[in-house]
């Protein structure tokens, strides 16, 4: 297959720079692409069952062709693998391959495989390359980029792990008509999230384009490509997390409460789904509070159905605990400093901010209200 409208994001991280190439045919075409980058190498590629029977043999065959031998280490999918367990297995398959520094771990599939292969090629040998191949959207528009890896442990979600760049990011928007349509609309919340923070007009170009980014193509191509650069660009402000960084968690502060109480199952509620009702409820709050038009509150959740995205608490299929356990829930995900919550609020679509000073009372008064059937 031949490379088709290819887009590039250029991440400038200190001397650490590189490219995200977004666009068609991108997977038969990574062998040309890593070897012209990173000439002579070799490579592990770790990817996970789903994926694999899908897209392997492409990627496989554009290595073979541009020189690069690989090593495929397949992990089961799903989030349990990101483990200790499954990561000596990586670690033990990449040594076991004799690969080297100098050479490259590839990441074929969604988020668990690129935070789990992230990390091995961060800690092999003290840091090996790794090119990250993304397959699910939400892994091309958010975990691929920004350097996060890491895996859970039985204390938390994503607690052990590195901060590891990339050498390259191919994003193949092919590879999605493979993913299932729950996880595409789950992965463009984490579109629609950007456009939220800081990019009114992006916003509203989904508005007018959601169903040409859900059917492929260029606008499809378009979308992941405003994302990555959103997301570049706050990363590259704040690539350790200290500040601006944090505007990437709006929605997430209620989402992860959902995901919580929903013990993480992946079929109640997904990572994007939980992020769509936070992403509601964060507009709904704010205006309760004052700070946001209530018309934006509406538009964002008229959106977000639109997509076929849940943006109520009662579109959580199963129930929800009291809003006192889903309060504990924020309590645990956020830290309570000095009795206030650090939340992300907003002024209006593309108006983000961090607000230091939440009121535990005012999100628990705002949860009951919204529990209320
Ligand atoms: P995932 O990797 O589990 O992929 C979702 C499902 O889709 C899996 O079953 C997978 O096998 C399948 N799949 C992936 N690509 C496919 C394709 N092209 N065709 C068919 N099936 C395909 O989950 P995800 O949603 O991609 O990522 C979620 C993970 O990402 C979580 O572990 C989360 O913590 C992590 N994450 C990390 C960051 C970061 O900055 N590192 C950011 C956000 C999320
Ligand atoms: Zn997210």
């Known amino acids: 297959m031949t490379q088709t409208d290819i887009r590039k994001v250029a991440v400038a991280i200190a001397d650490r720079g590189y490219d995200i190439l977004i666009g068609g045919g991108l997977i038969a075409g990574a062998g040309r692409e890593i070897a012209a980058r990173l000439p002579g190498i070799r490579a592990a590629i ?30 089961m999918p799903g989030e349990a693998t990101k483990r200790f367990e499954v990561l000596e297995k990586v670690v033990d398959g990449i040594l076991e391959a004799r690969l080297e520094r100098g050479d490259a771990v590839i990441a074929l599939g969604g988020g668990v495989v690129g935070d789990l292969a992230g990390f091995a090629s961060g800690i092999v040998r003290r840091g090996m390359h790794l090119v990250q191949v993304p397959t699910s959207l939400l892994a091309q528009v958010d975990s691929s980029v920004g350097g996060k890896t890491g895996i859970n442990t039985p204390r938390g979600k994503n607690l052990v792990g590195v901060f590891k760049q990339p050498a390259l990011v191919l994003a193949d928007i092919d590879a999605l008509d493979t993913l299932p349509p729950r996880e595409f609309a789950a992965g463009y919340a984490e579109i629609v999230k950007y456009g939220l923070i800081d990019k009114p007009d992006f916003f509203a170009w989904l508005e007018d384009n959601r169903a040409a980014v859900f059917s492929g193509g260029s606008a499809r191509s378009e979308a992941i490509a405003v994302s990555c650069r959103a997301k570049a660009e706050i990363v590259a402000r704040d690539e350790m997390e200290n500040g601006d960084r944090a505007l990437l968690n709006l929605g997430h502060t209620f989402g992860h409460a959902l995901e919580a109480a929903t013990r993480f199952d ?22 309760r509070l004052g700070l946001a038009p209530q018309q934006d509150a509406e538009r964002v959740e008229a959106h977000l159905a639109a997509a ?11 129930g929800l605990p009291s809003a006192e356990v889903l309060m504990d ?38 949860l009951r209200e919204n529990l209320e059937p």
């Open 46 to 75: 770790v990817t996970d069952e789903n994926v694999a029977g899908r897209h392997l043999a492409a990627l496989k065959e554009g290595l073979e062709a541009a020189g690069i031998a690989g090593q495929v280490l397949t992990v």
């Open 266 to 287: 992946g079929t109640r509620l997904v990572h994007g789904e939980g992020v769509a009702i936070g992403l509601a409820l964060a507009h709904r709050f704010s205006a």
């Open 308 to 318: 076929g995205l849940p943006c109520r608490l009662s579109d959580v299929p199963g």
């Open 329 to 366: 829930y924020i309590a645990q995900d956020k830290k309570v400093s000095r009795g206030t919550l650090t939340f992300i609020l907003t002024r209006g679509i593309g108006r983000a901010f961090i607000a230091r000073d939440v009121a535990p009372v005012d999100v628990l008064g705002f």
